[in-house]
Nanobody, 117 residues
């Protein structure tokens, strides 16, 4: 099983920024896709942003132009830079990694992001 450790969540005012990090226990070259998901209270978990091994990215419409997903292969880490945060961005954010090589679909423990108005 791939281990994912997230960090960077916290409390921020509307309009502020946060950067989430997710460190993987395996090489990025063995991970086909990395994603950030979020789950707000009473809602289903949703995809926020995703990056593939060949650096293709996609974002949910609600965060386009505000969030950026990136990765550092040397550090086996994926990031989510979140700018112009809104109260509706408040959720627990989860890192996800899909590895065909290991046959795994792994999740981090989640990190809370709270945006105050």
């Amino acid at each position: 099983q791939v281990q994912l450790v997230e960090s960077g969540g916290g409390l921020v005012q509307a309009g502020g920024s946060l950067r989430l990090s997710c460190a993987a226990s395996i090489s990025m070259f063995n991970i086909n896709a990395l994603g950030w998901y979020r789950q707000a209270p009473g809602k289903q978990r949703e995809l926020v942003a995703r990056i593939t091994r060949d650096d293709k990215t996609n974002y949910t419409d609600a965060v386009k132009g505000r969030f950026t997903i990136s990765r550092d292969n040397a550090k086996n880490t994926v990031y989510l830079q979140m700018n112009s945060l809104k109260p509706e961005d408040t959720a627990v954010y989860y890192c996800n990694a899909v590895s065909v090589y290991y046959g795994t679909n792994s999740w981090g423990q989640g990190t809370q992001v709270t945006v105050s108005s």
